[in-house]
């Protein structure tokens, strides 16, 4: 492979007098560069898009016929492909005036005839040596992009396939146990939506957002150890029925730690029933006390509830069900939280119609 290092450059030379060509190409030819020499800027224009190898510098004529060299190089500097093509004004005219005319146009140098052979290789060669740092810099900066591009799709893989295994874990575990049906996955996946959603609207860093999306699918799975006549049970619980229901939350947290899982996973699986007001379960907690993951999860589940047909409820209109979480912000829910899903309504509601059941959810409002 060709590098900056190893590459021969590629020398253009615009001049409409053969003798200033020739003096160009003598001086510059010791230096072993290749060498490719037009005599108007039409020509050099039409060899810039295509048919002779693309240069690394130009050295440019001012003072030719038709379009003279201030044209040329105002029309190379409004190509992007030339942005770092380095460009030389070859000129008799020494005033400032012209030099400052030039550099205005995107000259990069100016070499005044009659020149110095070593003055002009020292200004190509530095120009040059500017030229292919900036192009293997460019270079490294595209590699470090694709790079970079690729760990973000292996991540966004990675993830899809640990939610995939993550629904699959859980909703076996549910149905082993009779409690699932054939809408768990989706009530998983709305809860871990609305989930990510809070989280990402409260502002939580990026890989907060990826692993509540990821462990809120586990907020429940303590129920695999509640008996199926008791989970699907039509109308309400005795007080000695819903004590035992509240004991899902310490078996999924003991689950969980038996599975070395994250904390995360299990602060949501133990937390996610408790309140903000401190009449939660199991521990009654208050506030800040509360995990914020536990917290999130925790409004994301009530108002999946809310909008889903249960066997012992029908579900309620969107409309209601916001009513009813405004009713119940500084109470049951974080009021930062409960803040971040009202207003969200059309996001909640996509990712309600993304994952709605075979039944149907309460989406109208």
């Not at 002009?120 to 030229?131: P, Q, T, W, Y």
């Amino acid at each position: 492979m060709e590098t900056a290092a190893t590459k021969r450059p590629v020398v253009y030379i615009v001049d409409d007098e053969d003798a200033n060509i020739f003096i160009l190409q003598a001086t510059l030819k010791p230096m072993g560069y290749t060498l490719h020499s037009f005599r108007s800027g039409t020509d050099v224009l039409a060899a810039l898009d295509g048919g002779v190898e693309p240069p690394d510098i130009v050295l440019l004529d001012i003072m030719m016929p038709g379009m003279d060299g201030f044209d040329v190089c105002k029309q190379i500097r409004e190509d992007p492909r030339w942005g770092r093509l380095p460009i030389i004004m070859v000129t008799g005219m020494d005033d400032v005036e012209h030099r400052v005319k030039g550099l205005g146009f995107g000259a990069d140098d100016y070499v005044t005839k009659p020149f110095h052979p070593l003055e002009a290789r020292a200004r190509v060669k530095s120009l040059l040596r500017i030229k292919f740092l900036g192009d293997e810099l460019h270079s490294k900066n595209n590699l470090l992009a694709d790079e970079k591009l690729h760990l973000e799709e292996l991540v966004r893989e990675r993830t899809k396939e640990m939610e995939d295994i993550t629904i699959g874990v859980v909703a076996a575990l549910e149905k082993a146990n009779a409690f699932s049906d054939l809408d768990t996955g989706n009530h998983i996946m709305r809860v871990a939506g609305y989930s990510e959603l809070i989280a990402v609207k409260m502002n939580m860093p990026g890989d907060f957002s990826i692993r509540i999306r990821r462990y809120a699918s586990l907020h429940d799975v303590g129920k695999v150890g509640i008996p199926d006549d008791l989970l699907k049970k039509p109308g309400p619980l005795t007080a000695e029925e819903f004590e035992q229901m509240k004991r899902h939350t310490v078996m999924g947290y003991e689950l969980l730690t038996l599975a070395r899982s994250d904390d995360m996973a299990k602060n949501i699986a133990l937390c996610h029933h408790e309140k903000f007001n401190g009449r939660g379960y199991p521990n009654g907690w208050t506030g800040d006390k509360i995990p914020i993951e536990a917290r999130i999860v925790a409004l994301a589940d009530v108002y999946d509830a809310l909008t889903t047909k249960r066997c012992y409820k029908n579900a309620y209109p969107v409309d209601e069900a916001f009513r009813i979480i405004e009713s119940e912000r500084g109470r049951h829910f974080d009021p930062q939280v409960a803040t971040c899903l009202l207003e969200n309504k059309a996001a909640v509601q996509a990712i309600q119609e993304r994952y709605t059941d075979a039944a149907g959810t309460g989406t109208e409002g």
